[in-house]
């Protein structure tokens, strides 16, 4: 336990990053996991626009500091390349 009023201050500061931080990460998460459901349901127009919203989240989690900046360019590069492949497969399947 912290000794110093400092300390306490240090520890409360922390708790309430780390409940922010669970929360971005898990709204993000949530997100990719819409994203991944779309795809594997079979709609990859959908999931095309709904991929920019994504985006968009793990940015902001990346400016956030939650992830940091090369693991949120890894999963959107991840995600497209995803979207791409679902993408070639429906049209070569027409």
Excluded: C
């Amino acid at each position: 336990m912290p000794n110093t009023k400092s300390a306490w201050k240090n520890l409360r500061k922390s708790e309430k990053r780390r409940l922010r931080n669970k929360s971005v990460k898990s709204s993000t998460k949530t997100y990719v996991k819409k994203f991944l459901a779309l795809l594997n349901s079979g709609k990859p127009e959908e999931a095309r626009t709904f991929l920019s919203e994504v985006t968009k989240r793990v940015d902001m989690a990346a400016s956030k500091g939650v992830f940091h900046k090369n693991k949120a360019a890894r999963i959107k590069s991840r995600l497209a390349q995803r979207l791409n492949r679902a993408l070639a497969e429906s049209s070569s399947l027409q």
